[in-house]
Structures are given as structure tokens and as C-alpha cells.
T-cell receptor, first 112, second 114 residues
């Protein structure tokens, strides 16, 4: 069974601080996606990483896929209150199908 | 392009009843996946439909079922509702065809079972 462990589960920081969220597994994933979800809404896709060692940047967010494609990280620089939300990593381990394995999520609160 | 739409957005049912949820994927997307989200278990995969066929199934009881129509729209049904079925049900669509699968989610249907 493929599992994704996400840490930390909760993070409360002040505006302007940096943070990193980790997503780890003992399994290899063909691709990994990061989502952000607001309360009562569906997850919104932020990025997809596919190649081992790949780094993608989205404004102040930096995403990295591990060399072995078993782990990923999300780094936010100078967090802002608008970054508040639930961050989810999801892996596609079974090739090109519609089954995603999700981590438990990281609830981020950025205080002004 | 319009995003994934789900109806209804909110639903209240009582134990023992059944419910049908609907999902319209992004135009051109042929795969529809369903997930259940609860505070304790997070997001769990229910099933995936592609070209009107169930292609993947998660570890849920047979009370959970679904189908997909020729226009790619999908429905999921839960029969004999239990209190534990209260959750946010999310539908996601993907285009397929590439070497990896990006899924786009709808806003979800909040089901409350009393």
C-alpha cells in the first residue's frame, strides 16, 4: 500500500517568516502534485512535479521532487496571510490513472 | 474553460436513506475520480471512471457506487447511509493522454447524515 506522510500537520507563523512542508514515502511515485484548499472548497492544483530532482517555483513558493521520486517539499518564502490554508501533497503511483494518494495535509496559519 | 462543477453543494439526509451526487468534468476531460474527505481520514480515493468504465476502486464498501455517462458526466450513489458517511465528497477530472495525470477538483458536496 502506498502512503504519503506529510509534516508538519499544523503550522502557525507570523507574516514574513519562511516555512517548509515535507511529504515523504517509501514508495516511488510517477508524479506528485501539490494542492491548496480553502475551508468548504475543493483543492486547487498548485504544481505537478514529474522528474526526480525537479525544482519548480511559483512566486514565493518553491517545490522540489526528491531524486528518487519518493519525497517532495514545499518551501514558502516570506509568508503572507493570504497563504493561509490546507496544503496537500498527492502522488500518482499507478501510472497514468486517476487514483491519487494524498498526504494528511498541513494546515498553515499566517498571522499578520 | 469552465471548471469542474458538482451538485448539490450541500445535502442533509438521515440514516438509511440513499443519496446521488453529480459531477460535470472540465470540457474534454474523460476521467472522473471521486474522493471522500473527512477530518480524521483526510482525502481518500473512492473510484475512477474513464470512458464509462470503472477503472480503479478504493477500499470502500459496496454501498458506494458510481457511473459515468457518454458525455463524461459522473454520478456517485451512497445507499443505506450511515452517520460515518458525513463528509465532503470531491470530484476531480483529468484529461489523460499524457505521461502523468493532473487532476482538477470541483468545490465538493457537503453531505451531512443525521
Amino acid at each position: 500500500t502506498q502512503l504519503l506522510e506529510q509534516s508538519p500537520q499544523f503550522l502557525s507563523i507570523q507574516e514574513g517568516e519562511n516555512l517548509t512542508v515535507y511529504c515523504n514515502s517509501s514508495s516511488v511515485f510517477s508524479s506528485l502534485q501539490w494542492y491548496r484548499q480553502e475551508p468548504g472548497e475543493g483543492p486547487v492544483l498548485l504544481v505537478t512535479v514529474v522528474t526526480g530532482g525537479e525544482v519548480k517555483k511559483l512566486k514565493r513558493l518553491t517545490f522540489q521532487f526528491g531524486d528518487a521520486r519518493k519525497d517532495s517539499s514545499l518551501h514558502i518564502t516570506a509568508a503572507q496571510p493570504g497563504d493561509t490554508g490546507l496544503y496537500l501533497c498527492a502522488g500518482n503511483g499507478s501510472g497514468n490513472t486517476g487514483k491519487l494518494i494524498f498526504g494528511q495535509g498541513t494546515t498553515l496559519q499566517v498571522k499578520p | 474553460k469552465a471548471g469542474v462543477t458538482q451538485t448539490p453543494r450541500y445535502l442533509i439526509k438521515t440514516r438509511g436513506q440513499q443519496v446521488t451526487l453529480s459531477c460535470s468534468p472540465i470540457s474534454g476531460h474523460r476521467s472522473v475520480s471521486w474522493y471522500q474527505q473527512t477530518p480524521g481520514q483526510g482525502l481518500q480515493f473512492l473510484f475512477e471512471y474513464f470512458s464509462e468504465t470503472q477503472r480503479n476502486k478504493g477500499n470502500f464498501p459496496g454501498r458506494f457506487s458510481g457511473r459515468q455517462f457518454s458525455n463524461s458526466r459522473s454520478e456517485m450513489n451512497v445507499s443505506t447511509l450511515e452517520l460515518g458517511d458525513s463528509a465532503l465528497y470531491l470530484c476531480a477530472s483529468s484529461q489523460m493522454g499524457g505521461h502523468y495525470n493532473e487532476q482538477f477538483f470541483g468545490p465538493g458536496t457537503r453531505l451531512t447524515v443525521l
